[in-house]
């Protein structure tokens, strides 16, 4: 059974920094492409990152890059990401999610999910 | 940045069919994802490039995708299908979702 389970989050000043960990089981991590995916309180999902399955290939949206950092760890089957220079709208719930195994994993879908961890920026 | 545009709310009375749309620029150039979320809960993929379900999704849940607008298309409309429902894209590098609908179950 594919099962993905953050950890990390939390309360956190502006300002501050965070690492949110992600971790895999049930699958070959190591073969999957993976994605940092947020939702603020009452709103809609929105991407924040993905990373190829190597780690040697990463994007992000604009709204964190330069401040965010996505990697992995295959030997320990976990995905991070690191929040430095956090402000009040990051303030979500984090998901990581798998993409869905393809040739062409730059189109795929995420095809599982983990519950999630909450991410509240505040003084 | 590509915009992907959907309703806010589409209600549906028990038993009939309701329809969500998702409009994007050409977006039937582009691969679309479909996810499911209900309150508290994680998405969950219903449909993926533009028409296929995954295992354990019904036979219900369809979609199409063509033009400007990709369509998820929910039959038989049951009381559980009340949900947020997101339409996803890839824009080169980047993932896109949209705003999101939230379907009522009258």
């Known amino acids: 059974e594919v099962q993905l389970v953050e950890s990390g989050g939390g309360l956190v000043q502006p300002g501050g920094s965070l690492r949110l960990s992600c971790a895999a089981s049930?699958?070959?991590?190591?073969?999957?492409?993976m994605h940092w995916v947020r939702q603020a309180p009452g709103k809609g999902l929105v991407w924040v990152s993905r990373?190829?399955?190597?780690?040697?290939?990463?994007s992000y949206a604009d709204s964190v890059k330069g401040r965010f950092t996505i990697s992995r760890d295959n030997a320990k089957n976990t995905l991070y990401l690191q929040m430095n220079s956090l402000r009040a709208e990051d303030t979500a719930v984090y998901y990581c999610a798998r993409v869905q195994n393809s040739r062409f994993p730059n189109t795929a879908a995420t095809d599982y999910w983990g519950q999630g961890t909450l991410v509240t920026v505040s003084s | 940045s590509y915009e992907l545009t959907q309703p806010l709310s589409v209600s549906v009375a028990l038993g009939q069919t309701a329809r969500i749309t998702c409009g994007g620029n050409?977006?039937?150039?582009?691969?679309v994802h479909w996810y499911q979320q209900k309150p508290g809960q994680a998405p969950v993929l219903v449909i993926y490039r533009d028409s296929n379900r995954p295992s354990g999704i019904p036979e219900r849940f369809s979609g199409s995708n063509s033009g400007n607008t990709a369509t998820l298309t929910i039959s038989r409309a049951q009381a559980g299908d009340e949900a947020d429902y997101y339409c996803q894209v890839w824009d080169s590098i980047h993932v896109v979702f949209g705003g999101g609908t939230k379907l009522t179950v009258l």
């Open positions: 049930g699958f070959t991590f190591s073969s999957y492409w």
């Open positions: 990373i190829n399955s190597d780690g040697s290939s990463t």
């Open positions: 050409n977006i039937g150039s582009k691969n």
